[in-house]
């Protein structure tokens, strides 16, 4: 049971991660862009602090680019390196074949079980369902994680899930609950999960 956070500033990042309940970071081009910052001094402070699983999203779809840049990241940055692909057959191309040297590969904007199904034949480390964003178009994000979840569970596949696009502290719980490995998300979700009206009684 891991919990990443979906964001790419830094203070907050380490003042989260030394509470020792923070396994991971997931970054965006949007939350790149967020940050105003180059998004490797980013990864570079992260790693620097301990951030043992950082995903950097590769933005292209030139099969070769994303190889070689995956290559260049995990050169650079070494264990906590997560190269992040979309499911396109590009990015599952390079997924196979970034995979197949050793380099952790986390699938994105994926919205179906069959496309999990192919990224983990593609040998990804992780799927990421945007849960909200399928909740947004009037459909049950959680039962996305739910059948991924079967599905691998059923074929033994290594790929984990990685739940994404969270938006609240209940789809956190029921995505857990669904079988998902890893959930992602924003600071802001996460702060939220210490609480409850009941535990602030019985302070009083
Ligand atoms: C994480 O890897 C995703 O990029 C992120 O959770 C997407 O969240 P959003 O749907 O709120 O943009």
């Known amino acids: 049971m891991k919990i990443f956070l979906d964001t790419a500033d830094v203070p907050t990042i380490v003042n989260h991660f030394d509470t020792g309940l923070i396994d991971g970071i997931t970054t965006n081009p949007t939350l790149i862009m967020k ?20 995903s950097m999203e590769i933005v292209t779809e030139d099969v070769d680019v994303f190889v070689s840049e995956g ?20 990015g599952l191309k390079a997924c196979k074949l970034l995979s197949d040297e050793g380099i952790r590969v986390n699938v994105t904007l994926i919205f179906s079980a069959t496309q999990a199904i192919l990224a983990a034949k593609a040998g990804a480390a992780y799927v990421s369902p945007f849960v ?20 691998y569970k059923e074929q033994l596949a290594r790929t984990q899930v990685l739940a994404a696009s969270l938006r609240d ?3 956190v719980s029921e995505c857990f609950m669904g079988g998902t490995d890893i959930v992602t998300m924003p600071v802001a979700v996460f702060d939220k999960m210490y609480n409850h009206i009941l535990t602030d009684k019985g302070l009083d």
Not at 139 to 150: E, T
């Open 169 to 171: 502290v209940r789809s």
């Open 71 to 90: 290559k260049r990241l995990k050169e650079e940055f070494g264990e906590c390196t997560t190269i992040k692909v979309p499911c396109t057959p590009a």
């Open 132 to 151: 909200g964003r399928v909740d947004d178009n009037s459909f049950d994000g959680v039962q996305l994680v739910k059948d991924i979840s079967l599905l």
């Open 35 to 54: 940050s105003g910052r180059n998004p490797e001094d980013v990864y570079r402070e992260l790693a620097g602090h301990g951030v043992p699983d950082i």
